[in-house]
């Protein structure tokens, strides 16, 4: 008689209910926020073409497509501006009746329950695309570019934001913003650092959406080289200093590594951000019929959670609460 060896694979993957007892991570629509972009330039909602599904919005249409996200069951959204007027010191990015400015207000009057975060940077503002204030050679100066982000920040909060969150990778862009806040009273607001930004070719959609192209040159002196996992952790490190209450891997599925890390060196709440690239190639995919959109899209969802993500920045939000309802 054949003897067997004692032991035996764990029969676990039987059914689907069997799988879903042992599941070790699970998406939840709560775990994620949804971008906005909102715009000056329409006066309805238009499609951003690299971005099937997602759209530049009036302000007027904004009542609407926030109810639209609560009820779906994402509980934040995170605001992008895109003004008529740039300059060269990115005016409407501080101005009381700027464009984020004004959506925040009409998000909260008409969604309270909402979470508005808002992107505190100058790229949108500025006739020339960068993050920061340039110098006559074309450099970014860092110092003179913290003063008008810390002023955005403000002026955000003073219209009703429940978090800002810097983007522009100027040092100390998070402390000069604790310092204002907390000057002006608003010692409870949340800063959520976007700590480790790479120089990340998967921006290229946002930047149709976001109409902030740099007109020349790059951003490779402000944010990181995609090679660098422990520079990451340095810039983490500085921001929680600085006084960051969350944090942010950016972008998230070349840099799952840089999650990982992160996730286990620091114990904030910690946010990857899914990003447009990363949304426009499984979309192109999926229309030429080469993969599953839905599996596709989640099983990257999960990984990103997996590798140590609590919360996701993702433009497949609201499809996301679909699914999981499919799901259910
Ligand atoms: C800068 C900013 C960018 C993104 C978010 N904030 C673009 C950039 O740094 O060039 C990119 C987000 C995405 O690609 O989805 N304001």
């Known amino acids: 008689m054949t003897v067997f060896p004692a032991i035996r694979p764990r029969r676990l993957r039987q059914t689907e209910q069997l799988r879903h007892f042992v599941r070790e991570t699970e998406l939840s629509i709560t775990d994620f926020i949804y971008p906005l972009f909102i715009s000056e330039e329409v006066n309805q909602p238009k499609e951003i073409s690299a971005m099937p599904g997602n759209f530049q919005w009036p302000v007027n249409d904004l009542a609407k497509e926030a109810l639209r996200i609560y009820s779906l069951g994402i509980p934040a959204v995170l605001l992008f501006g895109i003004p008529s007027e740039k300059d060269t010191v990115g005016s409407q990015a501080y101005a009381p009746k700027g464009i984020v400015q004004k959506a925040i207000k009409v998000i909260k009057n008409a969604v309270p329950e909402l979470i508005v975060i808002s992107d505190v940077c100058l790229c949108e503002y500025m006739s020339h695309g960068h993050c920061g204030v340039l110098d006559k050679n ?124 992160a996730r286990q060196q620091f114990n904030l709440p910690l946010i990857a951000y899914n990003v447009s690239g990363e949304y426009s190639m499984v979309k192109a995919a999926a229309q030429n019929g080469w993969i599953d959109e839905k599996r596709i899209a989640m099983e990257i969802l999960i990984g990103i959670k997996r590798a140590g993500a609590d919360i996701i920045i993702s433009y497949f939000a609201p499809q996301v609460a679909q699914w999981l309802k499919e799901n259910e």
Do not use: C, W
């Open 138 to 261: 074309g450099y970014v100066q860092n110092d003179e570019s913290l003063v008008l982000l810390a002023k955005t920040a403000l002026s955000h909060k003073e219209a009703g934001a429940d978090i800002v969150a810097p983007s522009n990778m100027m040092d100390y862009q998070v402390g000069s913003i604790r310092e204002i806040l907390d000057k002006n009273g608003f010692t409870n607001t949340p800063i959520l650092g976007y700590s480790a930004k790479y120089a990340s070719g998967f921006y290229g959609p946002f930047r149709e959406a976001a109409q902030s192209a740099p007109q020349f040159g790059d951003r490779k002196a402000y944010q990181m080289d995609p090679p660098n996992v422990r520079e990451a952790m340095e810039e983490i490190r500085l921001d929680i200093q600085e006084g960051a209450d969350m944090i942010m891997v950016k972008p998230a599925l070349a840099y799952m590594d840089v999650i990982t890390k």
